[in-house]
T-cell receptor, first 113, second 111 residues
Framework: NAGVTQTPKFRVLKTGQSMTLLCAQDMNHEYMYWYRQDPGMGLRLIHYSVGEGTTAKGEVPDGYNVSRLKKQNFLLGLESAAPSQTSVYFC????????????FGPGTRLLVL | EDQVTQSPEALRLQEGESSSLNCSYTVSGLRGLFWYRQDPGKGPEFLFTLYSAGEEKEKERLKATLTKKESFLHITAPKPEDSATYLCAVQASGGSYIPTFGRGTSLIVHP
């Protein structure tokens, strides 16, 4: 069981470039989440999904898009990167039902120049 | 609006010096309160879930307790390897899928 994995681990972008962050989980979880973590700000929810083919906006969705075409994968896209999107991005997943525990990936460090 | 406030923001302890971290919360019906540990450069790792006031859970040197307004993470005789950021989160009842996280307490334990 690999749990939650994220690709890539680290990336440097120039302003205006695009990229996709991949999150994969092998726990058959229904719910998946994308967060960003910045110093002094804690974890902030970008988008989430409650099942294959569904997505919803979180607290800070602007500048990001997501897709959940397969249950095990949740993609986060940046269409035109901005320096304000420099952050550490975490993906998390959890099972449906009463078990609310989220399992987090190792993170992707993104630097936008 | 659900809110979670953690205190202190940072805590420095000597090895063996017991202390507590606080998580105060405001939520419209608590479904669960979660504690996570986050090491530098890594993702948060689940520690405990508490569901109702009076509940307590323990793991090694850590003990989490819950009241109707706050939770404490007690650290007994900490070791340097307990150094990490500890995150608290609450999940409201009523069908919400989104937990609310606090900003964390950074704990450093000196040998």
């Amino acid at each position: 069981n690999a749990g939650v994995t994220q690709t890539p681990k680290f990336r440097v972008l120039k302003t205006g470039q695009s990229m996709t962050l991949l999150c994969a989980q092998d726990m058959n979880h229904e719910y998946m989440y994308w967060y960003r973590q910045d110093p002094g700000m804690g974890l902030r929810l970008i988008h989430y999904s409650v099942g294959e083919g569904t997505t919803a906006k979180g607290e800070v969705p602007d500048g990001y898009n997501v897709s959940r075409l397969k249950k095990q994968n949740f993609l986060l896209g940046l269409e035109s990167a901005a320096p304000s999107q420099t952050s550490v991005y975490f993906c998390a997943s959890r099972a449906s039902g009463n078990s609310e525990t989220q399992y987090f990936g190792p993170g992707t460090r993104l630097l936008v120049l | 609006e659900d809110q979670v406030t953690q205190s202190p923001e940072a805590l420095r302890l000597q090895e063996g010096e017991s202390s507590s971290l606080n998580c105060s919360y405001t939520v419209s019906g608590l479904r669960g309160l979660f504690w996570y540990r986050q090491d530098p450069g890594k993702g948060p790792e689940f520690l405990f879930t508490l569901y109702s006031a009076g509940e307590e859970k323990e793991k090694e040197r850590l003990k989490a307790t819950l009241t109707k307004k706050e939770s404490f993470l007690h650290i007994t005789a900490p070791k340097p390897e307990d150094s990490a950021t500890y995150l608290c989160a609450v999940q409201a009842s009523g069908g919400s899928y989104i937990p609310t996280f606090g900003r964390g307490t950074s704990l450093i334990v000196h040998p």
